[in-house]
């Protein structure tokens, strides 16, 4: 099968990397960490959960074993509510007792909030070391491990302690994503369809395409199908290429920058998002699912200030519909959710900053000002009405 090579391009340190997309890559994981880190580093912490560890760690292992690396591994507990600063803590405690010095690495094997914890233990012991991305869900490899953005979450808000690092290299092996459970798989494309609405028709209709070709009820038999790993590589490769353009024009996310090019676009969905995620302390909705959530309330605000025709909203909810089922949203308070959205990050000076849309491709960024609060407060209330 094809294997695909994106590079990211910076015009500062650091220069850039390689993201590589390929059926069966794992097995050369060891090969391919020395191409992207060099000939000096001896050790390798992987950082993994018991999970994806149990289903790949012995294989990743090996290889980095034979590429001559030391490898060994930290595990932290599965699941959204352990990326907290007190498993970073352990991380780090891990990577000092293994004596991991500037010129050693940390890999990370797993979804994305494997990754954003290993990103930001990597960002932070010894001022900054190596990293390598090793992505096991869709999500992640189509978004998480692409763009340097690390972090973990605390008690005031999602991913509100963290640090740009960009890794070394990505390594995105599709034939992982055959163990993965449907509900992970309906959350990546979910994440999927907000690239797709900020990124422009091409890539939503490419994603809603494969979703109509392949349906995500038989994504479990089509993931062993030589073309249909095919299809998804292509799509990833896609997807990952439009990331890689945005992050590349503005790898920190500049605080300044307000235009419909800048980083902030890929927040589209994720202010609603990241509140419901808090609200239901993170037990109840991937994250995919509560951007998928996201990306529609986002959709209907964008209508109700007269920002987005009826037909591009109806083709983000086909979308999404297509990308399979959301868990329910029940009793979840509309005054919580408010509160929460705006104690997000993407707040600036005071003033709560929205992705919103002035049709598919066309996002646009508003602040408070622009958002009366009155009419986001009634959009809340209608759009948890609605979905309950
Ligand atoms: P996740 O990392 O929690 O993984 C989802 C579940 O799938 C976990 O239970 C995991 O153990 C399991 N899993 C992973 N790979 C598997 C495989 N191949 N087979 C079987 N099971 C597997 O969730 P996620 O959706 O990958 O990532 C969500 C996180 O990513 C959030 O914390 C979010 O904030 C973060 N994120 C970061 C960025 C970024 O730019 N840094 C972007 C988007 C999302
Ligand atoms: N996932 C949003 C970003 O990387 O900027």
Same mark, same amino acid.
């Given at each position: 099968m094809k294997r695909h090579t994106i590079k990211i391009n910076f015009s500062r340190e650091p220069s850039g990397y390689d993201i590589v997309i390929g059926d069966g890559l794992l097995s050369q994981c060891g090969e391919w960490a020395r191409k992207c880190l060099g000939k000096h580093p001896g050790k390798i912490v992987i950082v993994s959960n018991p999970r994806v560890f149990g289903l790949? $760690?012995?294989?990743? =292992?090996?290889?980095?074993?034979s590429a001559g690396y030391h490898a060994s591994h930290f595990l932290m507990k599965d699941g959204e509510r352990h990326k907290t600063l007190r498993t970073a803590e352990a991380a780090l405690k891990v990577f000092a007792e293994a004596k991991l010095s500037r010129t050693d690495a940390v890999v990370a094997l797993g979804g994305g909030v494997v990754g954003d !914890?290993? %990103?930001? *233990?990597?960002?932070?012991? !010894?001022r900054g070391i190596p990293y390598l991305q090793i992505p096991t869900?869709? +999500?992640? /490899?189509?978004d998480a491990s692409v763009g340097g953005k690390t972090g973990v979450n605390t008690a005031s808000g999602k991913n509100l302690i963290g640090a740009f690092h960009q890794p070394r290299g990505v390594l995105i092996d599709v034939s992982v994503l055959?163990? +993965?459970?449907?509900? #992970? +798989? *309906?959350? %990546? !494309?979910? =994440?999927?369809?907000?690239? %797709?609405?900020?990124?422009? $028709?091409k890539l939503l209709v490419r994603t809603g395409d494969l979703l109509s070709a392949w349906p995500i009820g038989e994504f479990s038999r089509n993931i062993r199908n030589p073309n249909f790993k095919f299809e998804i590589s292509n799509l990833i490769s896609a997807h990952v290429q439009f990331k890689a353009r945005i992050v590349a024009g503005d790898p920190q996310e500049s605080a300044a920058r307000i235009d419909s090019r800048s980083r902030k676009i890929l927040n589209f969905g994720h202010t609603f998002g990241h509140a419901l995620e808090k609200v239901t302390n993170y037990k109840r909705f991937c994250h995919g699912e509560a951007v998928g959530y996201g990306i529609l309330f986002a959709a209907e605000l964008s209508k109700t +200030?007269?920002?987005?025709?009826d037909k591009d909203v109806n083709l983000l909810y086909d979308v999404v519909h297509r990308a399979g089922t959301l868990p329910r /949203?029940?009793?979840?308070?509309?005054? #919580?959710?408010?509160?929460?959205?705006h104690a997000d990050k993407k707040n600036l000076a005071g003033s709560l900053q929205m992705v919103l849309l002035?049709?598919?491709?066309?996002?646009?960024? !508003?602040? $408070?000002h622009d958002v009366p609060q009155p009419a986001l407060k009634k959009a809340l209330k209608r759009f948890l009405q609605e979905m309950a």
């Open positions: 790949y $760690g012995k294989q990743t =292992e090996k290889s980095l074993r !914890l290993a %990103g930001f *233990t990597s960002a932070t012991h !010894l869900t869709l +999500l992640s /490899m189509i055959k163990t +993965l459970p449907r509900r #992970e +798989l *309906t959350a %990546g !494309l979910c =994440e999927a369809i907000k690239q %797709g609405a900020v990124g422009g $028709g +200030l007269a920002l987005c025709a /949203m029940i009793n979840i308070d509309a005054s #919580e959710i408010f509160q929460a959205m002035k049709g598919i491709g066309r996002p646009v960024i !508003l602040t $408070g």
